[in-house]
Protein backbone atom coordinates (compact mmCIF):
# COMPACT_ATOMS: atom_id res chain seq x y z
CA UNK A 1 0.00 0.00 0.00
CA UNK A 2 1.14 3.38 -0.96
CA UNK A 3 2.05 6.05 1.62
CA UNK A 4 2.98 9.67 1.52
CA UNK A 5 3.64 11.04 4.64
CA UNK A 6 3.90 14.79 5.12
CA UNK A 7 5.57 16.53 8.63
CA UNK A 8 7.30 19.62 9.53
CA UNK A 9 4.25 21.77 9.33
CA UNK A 10 3.39 24.66 11.91
CA UNK A 11 2.81 28.13 13.54
CA UNK A 12 5.81 30.67 12.12
CA UNK A 13 6.08 34.30 12.03
CA UNK A 14 6.26 35.94 8.91
CA UNK A 15 10.17 36.26 7.66
CA UNK A 16 10.74 32.99 9.13
CA UNK A 17 11.53 29.41 8.15
CA UNK A 18 10.20 25.59 7.36
CA UNK A 19 10.94 22.27 6.08
CA UNK A 20 8.68 20.26 5.52
CA UNK A 21 8.88 16.32 4.70
CA UNK A 22 7.63 13.81 3.06
CA UNK A 23 8.53 9.72 3.29
CA UNK A 24 6.85 7.47 0.72
CA UNK A 25 6.59 3.95 1.34
CA UNK A 26 4.96 1.09 -0.86
CA UNK A 27 6.45 2.12 -4.07
CA UNK A 28 9.86 2.44 -5.06
CA UNK A 29 11.03 6.28 -4.64
CA UNK A 30 12.62 6.80 -7.44
CA UNK A 31 9.89 5.74 -9.90
CA UNK A 32 8.04 9.42 -8.45
CA UNK A 33 7.77 12.60 -9.95
CA UNK A 34 7.53 14.38 -6.29
CA UNK A 35 5.44 17.85 -5.94
CA UNK A 36 4.04 19.89 -3.61
CA UNK A 37 1.06 21.39 -3.46
CA UNK A 38 -0.77 23.74 -0.98
CA UNK A 39 -4.60 24.79 -0.30
CA UNK A 40 -6.16 27.54 1.49
CA UNK A 41 -8.97 28.22 3.14
CA UNK A 42 -11.60 28.83 -0.01
CA UNK A 43 -9.27 28.43 -2.92
CA UNK A 44 -8.53 25.78 -4.86
CA UNK A 45 -4.99 23.68 -4.67
CA UNK A 46 -2.57 25.13 -6.58
CA UNK A 47 0.71 23.76 -7.34
CA UNK A 48 4.28 25.25 -5.32
CA UNK A 49 7.07 23.30 -6.80
CA UNK A 50 8.32 19.46 -8.09
CA UNK A 51 11.56 17.77 -8.61
CA UNK A 52 12.11 15.40 -11.81
CA UNK A 53 12.24 11.36 -10.96
CA UNK A 54 15.90 12.16 -10.96
CA UNK A 55 16.39 15.03 -9.07
CA UNK A 56 17.99 16.86 -11.81
CA UNK A 57 14.99 19.05 -12.64
CA UNK A 58 13.02 21.36 -10.40
CA UNK A 59 9.98 23.19 -11.11
CA UNK A 60 8.39 26.01 -8.62
CA UNK A 61 5.27 28.58 -8.89
CA UNK A 62 6.05 32.10 -9.35
CA UNK A 63 4.82 33.16 -6.02
CA UNK A 64 7.11 30.53 -4.28
CA UNK A 65 10.57 30.99 -7.12
CA UNK A 66 13.67 32.30 -4.75
CA UNK A 67 12.28 31.23 -1.67
CA UNK A 68 11.36 27.87 -1.82
CA UNK A 69 13.43 24.75 -2.59
CA UNK A 70 12.73 20.84 -3.08
CA UNK A 71 15.12 18.17 -2.59
CA UNK A 72 14.84 14.45 -2.59
CA UNK A 73 17.08 11.85 -0.51
CA UNK A 74 16.44 8.69 -2.36
CA UNK A 75 17.97 6.56 0.60
CA UNK A 76 15.75 7.69 2.92
CA UNK A 77 13.03 7.55 0.08
CA UNK A 78 11.78 11.47 1.54
CA UNK A 79 10.87 14.25 -0.27
CA UNK A 80 11.61 18.05 0.90
CA UNK A 81 10.39 21.41 0.65
CA UNK A 82 12.46 24.01 2.36
CA UNK A 83 10.71 27.30 2.66
CA UNK A 84 12.13 30.59 3.20
CA UNK A 85 10.89 34.21 3.94
CA UNK A 86 7.00 33.22 4.89
CA UNK A 87 4.59 35.74 4.25
CA UNK A 88 0.66 35.24 5.62
CA UNK A 89 0.03 34.38 1.95
CA UNK A 90 1.51 31.11 2.46
CA UNK A 91 -0.86 29.76 5.13
CA UNK A 92 -2.45 26.80 3.43
CA UNK A 93 -2.07 23.12 4.27
CA UNK A 94 0.53 21.82 2.42
CA UNK A 95 0.73 18.39 0.36
CA UNK A 96 3.10 16.28 -1.15
CA UNK A 97 2.16 14.25 -4.40
CA UNK A 98 3.45 11.33 -6.37
CA UNK A 99 3.23 11.53 -10.27
CA UNK A 100 4.12 8.43 -12.16
CA UNK A 101 4.53 9.85 -15.15
CA UNK A 102 7.65 7.85 -16.80
CA UNK A 103 9.73 10.35 -17.73
CA UNK A 104 12.95 11.06 -16.08
CA UNK A 105 13.83 14.97 -16.55
CA UNK A 106 9.95 15.90 -16.12
CA UNK A 107 7.79 18.05 -13.85
CA UNK A 108 4.13 18.76 -14.08
CA UNK A 109 2.21 21.29 -12.43
CA UNK A 110 -1.54 19.99 -12.75
CA UNK A 111 -2.97 18.34 -9.86
CA UNK A 112 -4.81 15.87 -12.02
CA UNK A 113 -1.05 14.42 -13.24
CA UNK A 114 -0.72 13.29 -9.69
CA UNK A 115 -1.36 9.47 -8.51
CA UNK A 116 -0.93 9.66 -5.02
CA UNK A 117 -1.09 12.00 -2.28
CA UNK A 118 -0.52 12.57 1.55
CA UNK A 119 -3.04 14.00 4.31
CA UNK A 120 -1.20 17.14 4.21
CA UNK A 121 0.16 18.92 6.96
CA UNK A 122 -0.45 22.83 8.23
CA UNK A 123 1.36 25.75 7.63
CA UNK A 124 0.61 29.08 9.49
CA UNK A 125 2.31 32.00 8.70
CA UNK A 126 1.51 34.76 11.42
CA UNK A 127 2.00 38.80 10.80
Known amino acids: QVQLVESGGGLVQAGGSLRLSCVVT????????MGWFRQAPGKEREFVGG????????DYADSVKGRFTISRDVSKKTVYLQMYRLTPQDTAVYYC????????????????????WGQGTQVTVSS
Open 51 to 58: ISRDGGNT
Open 97 to 116: AGDRLPYPGLVRRTTSAYDD
Open 26 to 33: GRTFSSYV
